[in-house]
């Protein structure tokens, strides 16, 4: 009885031991597009910033370069596997890119938190933000489908994946401002540019692991 009662302790020790899996499904801008050096990517920089931090955690990397929501819809079953903890979704930019109706985005993103849900995984929503040329309704439609979503489904919502950026001073709707951050198509971010983004969103996934298993 004495030895089962260790062997039972001993599982449960290695268990807690057991690094926090986080899934980041996202689109090129999550995949590390574009960098000659995919250690410099957002998802190994990120996981960096979170063991720096003391935080025991893989960070898996579902990124997609060209993907929309549709795409990681499609996807999220698989992506997410057996093992996650948590989800980071970060979609729409591509969405954005083709000027998608708003109401099929949210309908997509819903889908994917719906299976999170169904998988009692946390989640940090990432927003986007449509730029002014698609016309205000559009803009006002994109801009607030994240909130309302994470707000339905008490997800942890990051109001703009650009935030590191903005507080160093750059502006997305500026390309002048961005150029430091930015590679050459001013769409993906170097390497100095992904630092400040991880910077940005790192204190919501230290939230966001403040949450698993709860």
Same mark, same amino acid.
């Given at each position: 009885?004495?030895n089962?009662?260790?062997?039972v ?13 986080i ?5 090129s801008?999550t995949? *590390? ?6 250690s ?10 979170l063991?720096?931090r003391?935080?025991d955690?893989v960070?898996q ?5 060209? @993907?929309?929501t549709?795409?990681?819809l ?11 903890d948590?989800?980071?979704v970060?979609?729409?930019?591509n ?6 109706d ?8 819903? *889908?994917?938190?719906k299976e ?5 995984l946390?989640?940090?929503l990432?927003s986007?933000?449509?730029?002014g ?7 006002a439609?994109f @801009?607030?489908?994240y909130?309302?979503?994470a707000?339905?489904?008490?997800a942890?919502l990051?109001? @703009?994946f ?11 709707a500026?390309?002048a401002?961005?150029?430091a951050?930015?590679?050459? @198509?001013g769409?993906?971010?170097?390497p100095e *540019?992904?630092k ?5 969103l ?12 709860r």
């Open positions: 009885m004495r089962a009662a260790i062997a302790l001993a599982l449960s020790t290695f268990a807690l031991a057991e690094p926090v899996t899934v980041a499904l996202g689109d801008l995949a *590390g597009y574009g960098l000659s050096d995919q410099q990517g957002f998802v190994p920089v990120l996981e960096g910033w063991k720096a003391g935080h955690v960070v990397n579902a990124g997609v370069s060209g @993907d929309t549709a795409g990681g499609a996807r999220v079953g698989w992506a997410l596997g057996a093992g996650a948590a989800l980071i970060t979609l729409g930019g969405d954005l890119l083709r000027g998608l708003p109401a099929g985005s949210k309908a997509n993103l819903d *889908g994917i938190l999170a849900a169904a998988r009692g946390p989640v940090l990432v986007m933000k449509a730029p040329n698609f016309g205000p309704e559009y803009k439609a @801009d607030g489908m909130a309302e979503l707000a339905a489904y008490g942890l990051a109001d @703009d650009f935030a590191g950026l903005r507080a160093a001073g750059a502006d997305p500026d390309p401002s961005m150029a951050y930015m590679q050459a @198509d769409l993906h971010p170097n *540019g992904v400040l983004i991880v910077e940005g790192g204190p919501k996934v230290e939230e966001l692991l403040a949450r698993v298993g």
